[in-house]
T-cell receptor, first 110, second 115 residues
């Protein structure tokens, strides 16, 4: 069955540095991949979508890459800020079906 | 005002009780979903509906039922609650299946505890 792996350990980085989160998957060929941000006690909020024929997508300080050969997506936050501290979820999509990873918690300290 | 509203925000109930979680949306979306989130397991789809007359089972539908009362309302029921249904429940909406519109909009969640 399909499997999505996100680092379960929290990522701790210093303010101003670039945070890089990883999403790996197996036994699946998604047509697109999404990243969401989730704050404690809140629902996930959509950030970016990247399609299988796209290598990279940017939005302000966010950048997502999608390597269908490696079956991996990288999510980068440049010039990170304490306000970026949250859990980040990746989700793989094909047609109407969307499968979520368990998320990686990012902590940005001053 | 929130675009996707879930009620209640928190609920404690006892084993065997029937409970209903409600979701309403003002986004005008035709698609609505119910997910549950458990630590270490991520978000899992319970049921989804693409319009008022459409109901589909998701990954973990056993023990749950849903009702799409109107385009804007989608409720989730636990007929006889059990402790392993303790979880954080999310309602979500999305626009119709047009490329570029696959993103989901989530409510703030309902924390359900079954004792």
């Amino acid at each position: 069955s399909q499997k999505i792996e996100q680092n379960s350990e929290a990522l701790n980085i210093q303010e101003g540095k670039t945070a890089t989160l990883t999403c790996n998957y197996t036994n699946y060929s998604p047509a697109y991949l999404q990243w969401y941000r989730q704050d404690p006690g809140r629902g996930p909020v959509f950030l970016l979508l990247i399609r299988e024929n796209e290598k990279e997508k940017r939005k302000e300080r966010l950048k997502v890459t999608f390597d269908t050969t490696l079956k991996q997506s990288l999510f980068h936050i440049t010039a990170s800020q304490p306000a970026d501290s949250a859990t980040y979820l990746c989700a793989l999509g094909k047609g109407d079906k969307l499968i979520f990873g368990t998320g990686t918690r990012l902590q940005v300290f001053p | 005002d929130a675009d996707v509203t879930q009620t209640p925000r928190n609920r404690i109930t006892k084993t065997g009780k029937r409970i209903m979680l409600e979701c309403s949306q003002t986004k005008g979306h035709d698609r609505m979903y119910w997910y549950r989130q458990d630590p270490g397991l991520g978000l899992r789809l319970i049921y989804y509906s693409f319009d008022v007359k459409d109901i589909n089972k998701g990954e973990i539908s056993d023990g749950y039922s849903v009702s799409r009362q109107a385009q804007a309302k989608f409720s989730l029921s636990l007929e006889s609650a059990i402790p392993n249904q303790t979880a954080l429940y999310f309602c979500a909406t999305s626009d119709s299946g047009t490329p570029g519109n696959e993103k989901l909009f989530f409510g703030s969640g309902t924390q359900l505890s079954v004792l």
